[in-house]
């Protein structure tokens, strides 16, 4: 007998069935790429799983759910790797890899593109972007495309576009029974719905199909600086300048220590500063001119907001998102930002220590909140904006103190809390996935999941148990 999981044992002769049908590969602990394949981006997360299985396609995805479920295993899967808290990995269980099943078809003429559940953000952008086609995604190229897309998916080109999973056609998708159904607007219409923001709960997805929307293949973006002690003005100014922006303009406002990247001034590195990063995917001169008040406030000490290809802008935060780095996050969503909010916030992003530690606030609306929300699961349509309270180091010296700097801001900011991105929390309970979709909407996604997964063989998500 062969000893893979605390309280399980299996045979040689059942890990053989299983690689016996199976076009992918079967990791072990004794493998020689097990410690490469069981790594995640977030560095703080140190898991070891039992078994990993690398699914070359649907047939090893259906083979690997009904393992799992005929050995009583419990079941992390894993696409990007990208989740906060870890959920693609765990100690002791049994890991369906998804990363491998790379496949991306695009028909630029219908609009259309077919993307299977291991591709990356960065990746698909290549594929699409020949056509000047693009699906709304997220920020960091090297997210997986699947749980993004399944947590609802914000990005530079949401308040144009919609999100991720407003721009979603169709998925098929692997039961925990280990059976394959399509889900659309036209067939498994709850399952469609519930799959539109409740995450990993009801199946694995193993091919999205999106509409795609013209964007670029340049855009004008890009970030402008002030020093951090400005941020107050800054703010306040940037709070009246966007409450009527069009929806072309997107912006995240960030503080951090300037990172020494080519694109940052050499006299910034490593100095306190609040940008306020823009992408405008309208015509340029009229981008300009929307831009320009920004650009003209106060004493910015750098403005590198210019035409550029997209792709590039998209891959613009990765070397602040490394893989392998030690993180911690803790999120909410806002109505606005109120003069108490931004004094808390500047007050908080004064005592950043880290020079990796670098914190997003997310203009929400636009094409977003024009869909009803009845539409999806996806909860907080209506937010103003996200705030997702990041902290990163590049060990475990200084994660501590950087952690607890998150919890305190969280903290301040609580009595100002409204509904919470779900794929910005990390491991904090049922309370605050309610508060991700809230009473009604939670209960209904408890019911589906009741249908499609009574036993919860899909647990280590953002778990919305069946009863």
Not at 157 to 170: T, V, W
Not at 350 to 363: A, K
Request: aromatic share 10%; hydrophobic share 40%.
């Amino acid at each position: 007998m062969t000893a893979i999981a605390e309280g399980f044992t299996l045979s040689e002769t059942a890990l053989a069935e299983l690689q016996g049908g199976f076009r992918g590969e079967i990791v072990g602990r004794d493998h020689i790429s097990y410690d490469e394949r069981r790594k995640i981006w977030n560095g703080s997360i140190d898991r070891r799983p039992a078994v990993i299985a690398r699914c070359a396609g649907v047939a090893d995805v259906m083979a690997a759910v009904k393992f799992g479920r005929k050995h009583g295993l419990p079941v992390a899967v894993r696409s990007g790797g990208h989740s906060f808290p870890g959920h693609s990995v765990a100690d002791d269980a049994f890991m369906i890899d998804l990363s491998p099943m790379k496949g991306v078809r695009v028909d630029p003429d219908a609009r259309t593109a077919r993307v299977q559940a291991g591709v990356l953000l960065g990746e698909l952008d290549r594929e699409t972007q020949p056509f000047g086609l693009a699906a709304p995604s997220g920020i960091v190229t090297h997210t997986g495309l699947a749980g993004l897309t399944l947590g609802g998916g914000i990005g530079w080109i949401m308040r144009k576009h919609g999100l991720a999973i407003d721009q979603l056609r169709r998925v098929d998708l692997i039961t925990a029974d280990g059976e394959f159904v399509k889900a659309s607007a036209d067939e498994n219409e709850d399952l469609f719905w519930g799959l539109r923001g409740g995450g990993g709960n009801f199946g694995v997805v193993t091919e999205f199909e999106f509409n795609l929307v013209p964007v670029g293949p340049t855009v004008l973006a890009g970030p402008i600086f002030w020093a951090m002690e400005d941020s107050p003005e800054v703010l306040r100014f940037y709070r009246d300048w966007v409450a009527d922006a069009p929806d072309e303009l997107m912006t995240i406002v960030i503080h951090r220590k300037a990172p020494a990247l080519p694109f940052v001034p050499e006299e910034l590195h490593g100095k306190p500063v609040v940008m306020v990063v823009c992408c405008w995917t309208g015509d340029h001169e009229e981008g300009e001119q929307v831009i320009r008040p920004m650009r003209e406030f106060g004493k910015s000490v750098a403005d590198v907001c210019m035409p550029k290809p997209y792709l590039e802008h998209q891959a613009m935060l990765d070397p602040s998102f490394v893989p392998g780095r030690w993180y911690y996050f803790k999120s909410c969503d806002v109505q606005g930002l109120t003069d108490e909010i931004i004094d808390i916030t500047v007050d908080h992003s004064l005592r950043i220590e880290s020079p990796l530690t670098s914190f997003p606030i997310w203009q929400m609306g636009g094409a977003v909140a024009r869909v009803d929300e009845d539409e999806t699961a996806f909860g907080g349509r209506n937010a103003a904006f996200t705030y997702n309270i990041g902290a990163a180091t590049a060990t475990a010296e200084g994660f501590e103190q950087e952690r607890e700097w998150v919890r305190n801001f969280w903290s301040a900011l609580e009595p100002w809390h409204t509904t919470v991105y779900v794929n910005f929390l990390d491991a904090e309970g049922e309370e605050r996935i309610r508060a991700a979709y809230g009473e009604e909407k939670y209960n209904c996604l408890k019911a589906l999941k009741r249908k499609y997964d009574p036993d919860n063989f899909f647990r280590l998500n953002q778990n919305i148990p069946p009863t």
